[in-house]
């Protein structure tokens, strides 16, 4: 089994489509699924295909991994110090010029 790491955005098309897929089934949605939608619909911001589009553009820049990516698009940091708690547990610190670069990827959207 193989892991793919999903944003937000992505984790709501997927949930919206289980429950569209669901819709025609006599039985209603479990508990699990209709909170992990609800999660979905009211922290995803943009749509998955922006978000893949910010994930490249990101991982083009210096220490950045697909994790921190995700996890960039899915916070959309609107401050430098909003990007240095993400990065907060790593074991080194970004530059101005880091910040900035990933800033701009993010505002642009």
């Known amino acids: 089994m193989s892991e793919e790491l999903m944003t937000l955005a992505e984790v709501k098309e997927a949930l919206v489509e289980i429950r569209l897929r669901r819709a025609e089934e006599p039985e209603e949605l479990g508990y699990e ?21 910010m994930i490249e553009e990101l991982m083009g820049l210096e220490k950045i991994n697909p994790e921190i990516a995700t996890k960039i698009v899915d916070v959309r940091p609107k401050t430098k110090d909003e990007i240095r708690a993400i990065y907060a547990k790593e074991r080194f610190t970004l530059s101005d010029e880091d910040l900035d670069a990933i800033l701009d990827v993010v505002l642009r959207g």
């Not at 209709?34 to 922006?50: C, D, L, Q, V």
């Open 33 to 53: 699924l209709r909170r992990a939608i609800k999660h979905a619909e009211i922290f995803s911001e943009g749509e998955a295909e922006e978000g893949h589009r």
